[in-house]
């Protein structure tokens, strides 16, 4: 029955002219989805559709169909068959990444020739991250700007009490305060409530896209590794929650990949701002071209430096340390994922162990420096690690006051 289907899907039509070798196969690739696709760490797909078609008419076709990250499938099917394959992609990662790729050659009866494959179809897309509430949003040590929803720590207006000081010319009259002038008793002066001045902060969100590791170890050297929630990720996720939630505050954001020489955003406000911030946010891709940087990025005085990274060689901690020196408030955020060790061989273990020990001295150089630590992956942690940042400003201020 098999085989008389075959030969009937085979069976030569009026104006059917059977290739005598391979031919050239126009290859079409269509993606669809039902609405905006978001990564969130969670089982989002993408409905693929295929189409292969065949100048003449081979008896086959050979379809080599690559999804996301997963290795190729080879499969032999009928013209009939593959003019329309439909699939599903799980999207697994954020950023810009191959959805699918597609190939196919002309195949004649019994295999006997093969022919060219034809050009590759392949389709990309842009992937959001998804981002995350932050409540409690951690401040530079010293906020240098002009107006804002900050309390700083040098006189102004609209801030919270600061102290009582005596009428000087300039003071507003409604700032007189009629019970501590009374209570001094000194006939001719009076007294008047400061309060301190509101102000912006200038955030630097520094990611170090130059590797993107999985949480399997057993698949940072495999060409095909398996669905995992990667460093990039976690970067990406928590890159795009700091920056809404500091945009939503009022604050200036900027952006640079240390990755790439000339994806900088300098610190800027206002949402059409940080749609440029989230979109180069999403770009950000592993190179597998080495680039060091010679020289540690400028910062705005009194801004504050987030450095999201693996920490897995020197160069975030030589750039924090440099910026933490230069008497900026620096946070560090560890973004690799929690290491899966199974199916390790035993030399393996050995050297993951050493890529610890060597990480986990950088971390305590970073401590031993100034500056702080937040783990990104676990939420619990990172709600309360966020919340202790965001007070130590704030008593850093109070110590100044008094």
């Known amino acids: 029955l098999l085989a008389a289907a075959l030969a009937w899907d085979r069976r030569p039509g009026r104006d059917r002219e059977d290739p005598a070798a391979g031919d050239a196969v126009a290859v079409a690739a269509e993606v669809a989805s039902d609405g905006a696709v978001h990564s969130d760490r969670g089982v989002d797909a993408l409905t693929l559709e295929v189409r292969a078609t065949a100048t003449q008419h081979p008896d086959a076709l050979q379809v080599r169909l690559t999804l996301?990250?997963?290795a190729p499938v080879d499969a032999v099917l009928t013209p009939r068959a593959a003019a329309k394959l439909a699939s599903e992609v799980p999207v697994v990662h954020s950023g810009r990444q191959r959805v699918a790729a597609v190939e196919v050659r002309a195949v004649g009866a019994d295999a006997v020739?093969?022919?060219?494959?034809?050009?590759?179809?392949?389709?990309?897309?842009?992937?959001?991250?998804?981002?995350?509430?932050?409540?409690s949003i951690p401040l530079p040590s010293r906020l240098l700007g002009l107006t804002g929803q900050h309390v700083s720590t040098r006189p102004g207006e609209g801030g919270e009490f600061r102290d009582i000081d005596e009428f000087h010319p300039g003071d507003r009259l409604r700032r007189i305060d009629w019970r501590a002038t009374a209570r001094a008793g000194r006939a001719g002066e009076l007294y008047v409530r400061r309060t301190t001045a509101t102000s912006d902060a200038a955030v630097h969100l520094v990611v170090d896209a130059r590797d993107d590791l999985s949480a399997v170890v057993a698949d940072w050297s495999r060409a095909y590794p398996r669905p995992a929630v990667s460093s990039l990720d976690l970067a990406r996720e928590a890159a795009s929650?700091?920056?809404?939630a500091y945009a939503a505050a009022g604050d200036r954001v900027g952006f640079d990949d240390l990755g790439q020489s000339r994806r900088v955003l300098p610190p800027r406000a206002g949402a059409r701002h940080r749609e440029r911030v989230l979109r180069a946010i999403e770009l950000t891709a592993a190179d597998n071209r080495?680039?060091?940087?010679?020289?540690?990025?400028?910062?705005?005085?009194?801004s504050l430096?987030?450095?999201l990274s693996t920490f897995l060689d020197d160069q975030p901690l030589t750039l924090a340390l440099t910026w933490r020196a230069a008497g900026h408030r620096v946070i560090a955020v560890d973004v690799l994922p929690a290491r899966d060790a199974r199916?390790?061989?035993?030399?393996?273990?050995?050297?993951?162990?050493?890529?610890?020990?060597e990480r986990r001295l950088?971390?305590?150089?970073?401590?031993?420096?100034?500056?702080?630590?937040l783990a990104w992956e676990d939420a619990a942690a990172r709600q309360g690690a966020l919340r202790a940042l965001a007070s130590a400003?704030?008593?850093?201020?109070?110590?100044?006051?008094?």
């Open 362 to 373: 950088r971390l305590d150089q970073l401590q031993a420096g100034g500056v702080e630590l």
């Open 113 to 135: 020739w093969a022919g060219e494959p034809g050009e590759e179809a392949a389709v990309e897309r842009v992937v959001r991250p998804g981002t995350v509430p932050i409540r």
């Open 68 to 70: 996301g990250t997963a």
């Open 393 to 402: 400003p704030a008593r850093a201020s109070a110590r100044a006051r008094r």
């Open 305 to 307: 430096a987030v450095m």
């Open 241 to 244: 929650s700091l920056a809404v």
């Open 343 to 357: 199916d390790l061989p035993r030399r393996d273990l050995l050297a993951l162990r050493t890529i610890e020990l």
């Open 290 to 302: 080495a680039y060091h940087r010679v020289r540690a990025p400028r910062l705005s005085p009194g």
